[in-house]
């Protein structure tokens, strides 16, 4: 690996490692949500309640030396909410800006699909621009802006479906299961002493590894990660096959195919690789399209799954040598 490649497997080895500390168990969603980040992208997190969704998320923040912000969705919850309003001062006779919790670096949307499409479209300037408008004025967020947004997976009563447009501006779809026996008897036994994950985190145990600052520094690094002609074509031609499946009513677009090329090279540095494999691409299409995919009504009906179209379109499209 050259110098800057080093450095950048260097850091998310410690950062798994340090958020290791917390985070008991769901290596896999762990490693998703760095590879969201070092790509500069945003992640919709789905898992029930009480798996560490919100935990993920602030020990990340705190390993990485970022500032963490959380808002609560609510079918009530207004724009303003979001982003900020101009308040009337009425001592110096001028509005002020009273900022939102979307000037922030990480922002846990909570529940995002309990608020309306009103609410939800709040963050869309946010996710694509790093930019918010208010009466007017456009203020910059900060340049390591990250969203993670989270689902519930089973109770759907009372919400509203993220429209595609938003849905699409998320990178990854991660999901979160429950531990397994063992990591449930770990996690069951620390909280039984003042090892506690959120007791951890809380106390100062866990380290930053870098400076907010250095995040663009190495996310340049990955332009060092090779990634072959043919890889390249393997990574188009599997995304265009969602587009023309006989189950699929709307495929995976241009974007889906950039996020593809950018998380298979950070699947690649966690790897301890300077270059891009199949197994990377292959790991990364699921997360990628899984969100993205809408099927046909009668083949839902049927009991098909985006998942289950997705390893059909594995077994089609050729793997490069």
Known sequence: ???????????????????????????DVLEKAL?????????????????A?????????????????????????MPADIIGTNIFNMQRNEFALMKGPVFTTFLLADEINRAPPKTQSALLQAMQERAVTIDRETYQLSPNFTVF???????FEGTYPLPEAQKDRFMLKITMDHPTRDEEL????????????????N?????????????????????????????????VDLVRATRTHEAVLVGGG?????????????????????FVTPDDVKTMLFP??????????????????????????????SVPR
């Open 53 to 77: 969704k919100t935990l993920l998320v602030r020990t990340l923040s705190h390993v990485l030396g970022c500032e963490f912000a959380r808002i609560q969705f609510t079918p009530d919850l």
């Open 35 to 51: 590879v969201a980040i070092f790509a500069d992208q945003h992640a919709l997190i789905e898992g029930v309640p009480g798996i």
């Open 254 to 274: 241009p974007r889906a195919t950039q996020a593809l090329l950018l998380s298979s090279r950070v699947q690649a540095a966690l790897a301890g690789r300077d």
């Open 203 to 235: 106390r100062g145990a866990v380290r930053a590894v870098i400076h907010p600052e250095d995040l663009a520094e190495l996310r340049s690094a990955l332009s060092g990660i090779l990634l072959r002609d043919e890889l390249l074509g393997y990574i």
């Open 288 to 317: 990628v399209l899984d969100h993205r995919l809408i099927l046909r009504p009668e083949h839902e009906l049927e009991g098909l799954t985006a998942r289950e179209v997705i390893h059909g379109i594995l077994e089609e499209v």
């Open 186 to 201: 770990v996690l069951a036994g620390r909280m039984l002493g003042r090892d506690s994950p959120e007791a951890v985190l």
């Open 1 to 27: 690996m050259g110098a800057d490649t080093g450095r950048l497997r260097e850091i998310l080895t410690r950062a798994r490692e340090e958020a290791g500390k917390v985070i008991i168990g769901q290596n």
């Open 149 to 155: 947004a989270t689902q519930n997976p089973i109770e």
